[in-house]
């Protein structure tokens, strides 16, 4: 079975710095990974998706991720943080018909 | 607009009672999903859907049934078997399978009295 791991649950940033949080997945094979993210007593929505086209996936809010391989690893990023970016983030795996989730990072953003 | 709608949006179950959550999508959606969230835990999946009056369990289904007698629409119910039904519960919906982006609604949030 699939499973996801996520480093860090809770990641503090300033303003305008780097953001960077970390996923590994278990699959052997290339899987369809997922980053979603999740603002207060809301569901979730789709960041971006890995679909095997590109290593490096370009999502909304200026977030993107970088899939390798050999690290069996899927990191976001975003170059510079904004005070709206606050919210719990999810990395996901697909497995079948079915979407396995990781733990979840919570992101704060200090002015 | 297309999306999916989740009822209530608070809901509190007294010991022994069964309780229904509601979930409806009217984005055409083959798939349909429910999640149980917990802080620190994820999501993890209850049960799922890809067709109309059918379902397969998920990682943790016990205390829990569902139905899907319209394509549109998944219901929950959490039962009295469910000794630990605090938590925030939401409900997915997807174009097919795994590999397509899930929507979701905006949860429901479940407490004990």
């Known amino acids: 079975a699939q499973s996801v791991t996520q480093l860090g649950s809770h990641v503090s940033v300033s303003e305008g710095a780097l953001v960077l949080l970390r996923c590994n997945y278990s699959s052997s094979v290339p899987p369809y990974l997922f980053w979603y993210v999740q603002y207060p007593n809301q569901g979730l929505q789709l960041l971006l998706k890995y679909t095997s086209a590109a290593t490096l996936v370009k999502g909304i809010n200026g977030f993107e991720a970088e899939f390798k391989k050999s690290e069996t690893s899927f990191h976001l990023t975003k170059p510079s943080a904004h005070m709206s970016d606050a919210a719990e983030y999810f990395c996901a795996v697909s497995e079948g018909d079915k979407v396995i989730f990781g733990p979840g990072t919570s992101l704060s953003v200090i002015p | 607009d297309g999306g999916i709608t989740q009822s209530p949006k608070y809901l509190f179950r007294k010991e022994g009672q069964n309780v229904t959550l509601s979930c409806e999508q009217n984005l055409n959606h083959d798939a349909m999903y429910w999640y149980r969230q917990d802080p620190g835990q994820g999501l993890r999946l209850i049960y799922y859907s890809q067709i109309v009056n059918d379902f397969q369990k998920g990682d943790i289904a016990e205390g829990y049934s569902v139905s899907r007698e319209k394509k549109e629409s998944f219901p929950l119910t959490v039962t009295s078997a469910q000794k630990n039904p605090t938590a925030f519960y939401l409900c997915?919906?997807?174009?097919?399978?795994?590999?397509?982006?899930?929507?979701f609604g905006s949860g429901t949030q479940l407490s004990v009295l």
């Open positions: 997915a919906s997807s174009i097919s399978r795994g590999r397509e982006k899930l929507f």
